[in-house]
C-alpha cells in the first residue's frame, strides 16, 4: 500500500521527530533568490548614461538635429504600420530610402509613441487643409 506520512508530533511510536525548525544553511538552494525588481534592469539611464549619449549626439549632429524633410502624421503613422506588420522586409534602411528620409529619423519616429490628443488631432486636420 501506501506508506503513511511522517507524523510532526514529536515522540510518537516508531517515528521520528519531524525537526521544525528552519533548513540548515548548508542544504539551501547554491542559487541565490534575488528580490523580483532586481532582476530587471533600470529602467531610467544614470546621469552617466545621459552624458554618453549626448555627447554622441552632438558628435553625430554637430549643428543639431534638424532633418531636412518632415513627414506628415499620416505618413510617420503608415511608416510605423509598416514596420509593425513585416518588421523582417520594411527595415530601417528600406524604409529610409522609400520615404526619402534619413536612417536616423525612421529610427526616431518608430521609437516615438507620442500621439496627439483627439482635440489636437482634429486642429491638426483642419490645419492641414
Known amino acids: 500500500g501506501i506508506p503513511s506520512p511522517p507524523s510532526l508530533i514529536p515522540g510518537s511510536p516508531n517515528e521520528d521527530p519531524v525537526p521544525l525548525e528552519e533548513d540548515d544553511p548548508s542544504e ?4 541565490k533568490i534575488l528580490p523580483r525588481n532586481s532582476l530587471r534592469p533600470a529602467r531610467r539611464p544614470t546621469p552617466a548614461q545621459w552624458a554618453k549619449h549626448r555627447t554622441v549626439l552632438r558628435e553625430s549632429f554637430p549643428e543639431g538635429w534638424a532633418p531636412p524633410r518632415k513627414l506628415s502624421r499620416e505618413a510617420m503613422e503608415a511608416l510605423r504600420q509598416l514596420h509593425r506588420l513585416d518588421p ?3 527595415t530601417v534602411p528600406m524604409l529610409a530610402e522609400r520615404f526619402k528620409i ?3 529619423a525612421v529610427r526616431r519616429i518608430l521609437r516615438s509613441k507620442w500621439e496627439p ?3 489636437r488631432r482634429i486642429e ?3 490645419q492641414e487643409k
Open 117 to 119: 490628443s483627439r482635440e
Open 28 to 31: 539551501t538552494r547554491s542559487r
Open 88 to 90: 523582417e522586409i520594411c
Open 124 to 126: 491638426l486636420v483642419r
Open 102 to 104: 534619413s536612417p536616423e
